[in-house]
Structure formats: structure tokens, C-alpha cells
């Protein structure tokens, strides 16, 4: 299958009705478009319910669309589910694990599932053990395994294969910062080889450090997609302003309520805001506050994606899509 | 075919981690013949009339028995469907490079020889010691329908594995299954002998079909004729579980 214009990932008009008896129709997927191109990592956020997994689970050829089309690696979903599956790896949400085999043999028989030959699969086993710290469990069944360790298991299968496209549904979620480490490091990696990685995350930060672009998903539709600066430039430019005091005072928190800000945390010497430029002058805030007490530092910078995402979303309806999605 | 022995060699692995499923597996069939089959064999002394003919209690029950392990590595294997649910590899299973329909299929095969295994196994042991009329030139015969039995309860209990999400439901779901195709049905005792209307219920009971084609196999009892139809009834039966059980299978969230 030849792509076109490098699109390994591509949906369009993507709609999805979840219909239950007895409940409302959720619309998970409200006519979402997206496109990936090959060798990018790229993050979805949005709240819990915005549509991120009804759309891996789309992808991943769980469910069908209500309506709309998507394809990875130039196949419909719908129409070429096989072909699907044989371009992709996922790690779903949930934990997904042969609790009663050991580690070495989910690897070992992941690795058969994917059509690894049979001399290949313990040389990759190893690696992978090695890349994510398991050598030592090898022999244990996964159902004697820490929570941690079982989704560690789980995420370290994708990498026994070469699959072109990678879904992570959360992948991270659970694990050690060591851990943490080696599975972002292994992302990375396997992005410079060429694989696309199509990843959801509530870790903003994690995002911010790993993804050629991302796509703000809210209420089943992508409402903001590009790469990182440019997300941050297209949500009116934001601030982050620190202002340290010789000492916080009521006064101090009085005069900073006064403006509305987008973020406003304490610690005992420093204010830590995030102002939206064109709703607040960073000066007259300055000013103001000065005006109440002595300012010791102060520091302006742009934005983290994690206030971008508050704003983008924190200012919309707080409802999110009605319901859960099965 | 590679995907369907992938799927064989995981349930393998899986079934070989437990001796108490092996020792299941393997022996629990032939045990229910020198417990349950010899308790009423003492019990029914003047054996089973079937179509004029005269057989001990133990010779009729051998194809209850290996029809009833059929139904069970079913059950167990849809049991399976929970078990991989609760731990998430279900669904991770169905994004893997194959089709529902070999993902069900390998689930089969690798039970079917389980089956394979069990019959010989109980046939062998328990036909020897207990002195059956065993017709051995039929056990190809037997090998194929215990196949096609296993198959058909497998498909069958898929769909409803699949469809219902809340484990105490589908034990209650089983319970009531097992209880009404079992008892319902020529396992236990012939159907002629029966009230006229649990005679109509057996005689339209897959279990029925099923464990009288063992029958003529193992011990020659019943005539041919009837044997097949029920035989090709049974293949319907297992035709139309296996449809229903890939389109279930082909939307396993129920969205």
C-alpha cells in the first residue's frame, strides 16, 4: 500500500455514537479529523471522557466509526481490519497481561503473535528485559507481579517488535520515574527508526518532552493541532509570571485575585500564575502587586503546555462528553 | 495458520502452568466412570434397555461421559474469555495481525485435541477396566465427534461468554445450561424411556444429538440412520454457533 503525502495515520469526519439501553446516546467522536505523518510521535490530550481512546480503540480496529473514515498505513479501518492490525501494536488502557505466564514467555509469545522467527524471539526478549529493567522477574508468573511490573511487562512487548505504527494508551501510567525513563527513551528511539507513534497521556509534561505535535481533543473533536510552540502561540499567548515576596501576606493573595488568572498557586515566598496576555498586562500586575508588598524577584516565561491545556479547555464547559465510554 | 498455532501455543503454555488442570484435563472424565458410572452400574441392576437391547449401566454412560467433557472444556474455555477480559489481554488479543476468525479457530484446535486426549484417555483406561463393548474400528468416528462436539459447545458458549460482561451472570448462565442441556438430554438415561414431554425437550437438545452419535460409535447402540441425521443436526447447530460467535466476536465492546 503506497502512502499518500507521508500520512501514516489519517482521519477523517470520525464519528462515534456509543448507543446503551436505557441510556443516552455519548457522542465520543464528534466528526474528528487528524492526520499523522510517519516517524512523528504524537500526543493526544484532553479530559477524561474527550474521545482519546474511542479513537485508539477506532485505530486499533477495536470498534468501527459510526461514521466518517480512518486508515493507518493507507488501510480503512472498516474495510482492511486485518491489514490494520498487521501495520500496528498497542498498548490499551487497561493492563493487558498473561497473568498466568511467565515474563519471559509473554514476551516470548507476544513475539509469536507478531510473526517474530522463532531463533529471533529470545535475543529480543533479553534486550527488552534489559531495556526495562525485568531481567530479574523473568522466570516469575505475572500475576505474582507489582502493579507497576505488570504494566512495565505490557509496555516492554511493543517493543519486541517492529511494528510500523505504536498506540500507547497511557503507557506510562503507574510506573517509576526510572521506568518512566526507559519508556520514553524507547519511544524516542523507535520514532528516529521511523515508527509512528500515536500516543494519549494526561502527563503534560510528558507530552511537551516527547511529541512532534499534538492534538487537544475535547468533546470528540480535535480543537487545536500543531506542533508544540505553535499550540502555545495559538492560545493567546500565555504567561507564566513567578513573583517572590519577602514574605506572603493576605494582602498579597487579595491583589492577585483581583485579575483573572489562569492559574494561581502559593508556596510561602512566591506566587506562581499563569496570565492570558491579551486579559491581563503582565506590568499592571507587577505594579499592582508591588504596591502591596516588596517583590524580591520576579520572572516572566511562556507558557507550559499544561497551561495552554487549562486554558484551552478550562474555559470552555466543564461537562465534558455526557457519560463514559464503554 | 501461523496465527492459529500462535493461538495454540499460548493456550498450551497457559494450561501447562497448572498440574490441577492437567490432572482435569486428562482424567477427570474417567474418573466420573469409575465413581459416578460404577455407583449407579451397583445401583441399576438390571442395566439399560435401549431399543431392545440390554447394556450396562457403565456402557451407556461412556458417551454421557465424553460428551459431558466436551461441554466442559467448553465452559472452561469460556470461562477463558473472563479470565483474559479481567487481565486486558482480550482485547489486546483482538488488535494482534489476525483474523477473529483464526483467533477463534486456534482456541479450538488446540481444545479439540484436549478432547482428542480425554476420550482416548477414558476409553482406553475405562473401557479395559471396566470390561465396555467397546466397537474400537469406530474410534474415528469418536475422534470426530468429539471434535465437532467441543467445537459447537465452544462456539456456543463464545457468544454468550462475549455478550455477557458480569461474571456472576454468566455462572448463573452456565449453571442453568448445564443443568437443562444435561439433565434434558440422553446422557444420563435413554430418551424412550422418558415422560413424553422431556422426551420432546431431549430430542431437540444439541447434548442429545451429540452424545448419541458417541454412542453409536463407542458401543454401537442406535441405528445408523438416526445417528446421521442427528449427526448433520449437530453440524447445523454448529454452523450457526460459529457465525453468531465471529459476529459477536467481531464487536467484543457491544458498542
Given at each position: 500500500m503506497t502512502l499518500r503525502d507521508n500520512i501514516v495515520i489519517r482521519a477523517r469526519d470520525l464519528v462515534k455514537i456509543y448507543r446503551k439501553k436505557s441510556q443516552d446516546p455519548v457522542r465520543a467522536l464528534d466528526t474528528l479529523n487528524l492526520e499523522v505523518g510517519q516517524g512523528e510521535i504524537f500526543g493526544l490530550l484532553g479530559r477524561n471522557g474527550a474521545g482519546k481512546t474511542t479513537l485508539l480503540r477506532i485505530l486499533s480496529t477495536l470498534i468501527e466509526p459510526t461514521s466518517g473514515t480512518a486508515e493507518?498505513?493507507?488501510?480503512?479501518?472498516?474495510?482492511?481490519?486485518?491489514?490494520?492490525?498487521?501495520?500496528?501494536c498497542a498498548v490499551l488502557q487497561e493492563n493487558a497481561v498473561e497473568i498466568f505466564l511467565s515474563v519471559l514467555d509473554n514476551l516470548g509469545t507476544y513475539g509469536r503473535f507478531h510473526s517474530i522467527p522463532r531463533r529471533q524471539i529470545s535475543a529480543r526478549a533479553e534486550a527488552v528485559m534489559a531495556q526495562f529493567g525485568l531481567e530479574e522477574y523473568r522466570h516469575q508468573k505475572v500475576i505474582d507481579l507489582s502493579g507497576g511490573l505488570k504494566r512495565r511487562v505490557q509496555v516492554a512487548k511493543v517493543f519486541m517488535v517492529d511494528k510500523p505504527v505504536v498506540f500507547l494508551d497511557e503507557a506510562t501510567t503507574g510506573m517509576d520515574p526510572v521506568n518512566k525513563r526507559a519508556t520514553l527513551d524507547a519511544i524516542r528511539e523507535h520514532a528516529r527508526q521511523g515508527r509512528t507513534i500515536l500516543l494519549t497521556t494526561h502527563i503534560l509534561q510528558e507530552a511537551e518532552e516527547l511529541c512532534d505535535r499534538i492534538a487537544i481533543v475535547d468533546h470528540g473533536r480535535c480543537i487545536v493541532t500543531g506542533d508544540l510552540d505553535m499550540i502555545k502561540s495559538?492560545?493567546?499567548?500565555?504567561?507564566?509570571?513567578?513573583?517572590t515576596f519577602e514574605r506572603m501576606s493576605p494582602e498579597i493573595l487579595e491583589t492577585a485575585r483581583t485579575f483573572p488568572l489562569l492559574k494561581l498557586r502559593t508556596t510561602p515566598t512566591t506566587l506562581e500564575m499563569s496570565v492570558k496576555g491579551s486579559d491581563v498586562s503582565t506590568f499592571a500586575l507587577l505594579d499592582a502587586l508591588s504596591r502591596v508588598a516588596t517583590i524580591v524577584h520576579f520572572e516572566v516565561t511562556s507558557a507550559s503546555l499544561e497551561d495552554v491545556f487549562l486554558e484551552l479547555l478550562g474555559t470552555k464547559d466543564q461537562g465534558g462528553t455526557k457519560g463514559e465510554a464503554p | 495458520m501461523r496465527m492459529i498455532l500462535a493461538v495454540m501455543y499460548r493456550e498450551y503454555r497457559i494450561r501447562t502452568t497448572s498440574m490441577t488442570w492437567l490432572f482435569y484435563d486428562m482424567f477427570m472424565p474417567l474418573t466420573y466412570l469409575l465413581i459416578f458410572g460404577i455407583g449407579?452400574?451397583?445401583?441399576?441392576?438390571g442395566g439399560i434397555s435401549m431399543g431392545g437391547e440390554q447394556l450396562g449401566y457403565n456402557a451407556f454412560f461412556l458417551a454421557g461421559v465424553l460428551s459431558m467433557a466436551s461441554f466442559g472444556i467448553a465452559i472452561n474455555t469460556a470461562y477463558?474469555?473472563?479470565?483474559?477480559?479481567?487481565?486486558?489481554?482480550?482485547?489486546?488479543?483482538?488488535?494482534?495481525?489476525?483474523?477473529?476468525?483464526?483467533?477463534?479457530?486456534?482456541?479450538?484446535?488446540?481444545?479439540?485435541?484436549?478432547?482428542?486426549?480425554?476420550?482416548t484417555v477414558t476409553i482406553a483406561i475405562g473401557g479395559t477396566l471396566l470390561g465396555l463393548p467397546i466397537h474400537w474400528e469406530r474410534m474415528g468416528l469418536v475422534a470426530v465427534g468429539q471434535v465437532l462436539g467441543t467445537t459447537g459447545w465452544f462456539f456456543f458458549l463464545t457468544t454468550f461468554a462475549i455478550r455477557i460482561r458480569r461474571n456472576d451472570m454468566f455462572n448463573t448462565f452456565i449453571n442453568v445450561a448445564y443443568f437443562l442441556l444435561m439433565f434434558g438430554s440422553?446422557?444420563?438415561?435413554?430418551?424412550?424411556?422418558?415422560?413424553?414431554?422431556?422426551?420432546?425437550?431431549?430430542?431437540?437438545?444439541?447434548?442429545?444429538?451429540?452424545?448419541?452419535?458417541?454412542?453409536?460409535?463407542?458401543?454401537?447402540?442406535?441405528?445408523?440412520?438416526s445417528v446421521l441425521l442427528e449427526g448433520a443436526a449437530f453440524v447445523a447447530f454448529l454452523a450457526v454457533a460459529f457465525a453468531l460467535a465471529v459476529q459477536t466476536i467481531r464487536n467484543p465492546l457491544r458498542t
Open positions: 493507518v498505513c493507507g488501510w480503512d479501518v472498516v474495510k482492511e481490519p486485518y491489514r490494520v492490525r498487521q501495520s500496528i495559538m492560545a493567546t499567548r500565555a504567561y507564566d509570571v513567578n513573583v | 449407579f452400574e451397583s445401583a441399576v441392576t477463558g474469555f473472563f479470565v483474559d477480559r479481567d487481565n486486558g489481554i482480550f482485547y489486546e488479543f483482538l488488535t494482534y495481525p489476525m483474523t477473529r476468525a483464526e483467533f477463534l479457530i486456534g482456541k479450538i484446535l488446540f481444545n479439540s485435541l484436549l478432547a482428542l486426549v480425554q476420550a440422553s446422557m444420563f438415561y435413554p430418551v424412550e424411556t422418558l415422560p413424553r414431554w422431556l422426551q420432546t425437550v431431549s430430542l431437540i437438545n444439541p447434548l442429545t444429538w451429540h452424545t448419541d452419535v458417541l454412542r453409536y460409535a463407542t458401543i454401537g447402540a442406535g441405528s445408523a440412520q
